[in-house]
């Protein structure tokens, strides 16, 4: 099934994301694509809030997987752009985090495709600039 968003605003993108962390059950799996700078840090500032996360969420910038624990489900920050190998991602227990029991979000999922679960939502986020520089389109496709 898949859902298409429209948003004018950061503010709209986090309310999406702050849905998509009230429905967010143990176990689920989200990925996340988009260009920098297209608004997947405020998408998932919007999941964290959803969920009850009241620290800071940001990039994991120096850690392929950043966890909070804070809110009504654990919440796991995966950002996998910088991994070499697929094997890292079992050195930082992937499959536990992925398997368990909290909210797992991958951001450059494409880049762990043969890994990842097969039920799971994709998030693509997109600009369309013919439609204004701050217009996204956001598309959740369950699997
Ligand atoms: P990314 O994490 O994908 O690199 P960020 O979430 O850090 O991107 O940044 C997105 C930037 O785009 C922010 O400066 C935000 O204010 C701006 N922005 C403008 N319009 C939107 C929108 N509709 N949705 C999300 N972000 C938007
Ligand atoms: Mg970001």
Redesign the pocket.
Known sequence: MQTIYE????E???KIGRQLGKEALPGDVYTLI???????????QGIAAGLGITEPVN?PTFTIVQVYDSGRIPFYHFDVYRIGDIEEMDEIGYEDYVYGEGLSMIEWANLIEEILPEKRKDIV?EKDLEKG????KITITSK
């Open positions: 948003t004018y605003s950061p709209e993108t986090a988009g260009d920098l700078g297209v608004g997947k840090t405020v998408l998932t990039s986020i520089f701050d217009y996204r």
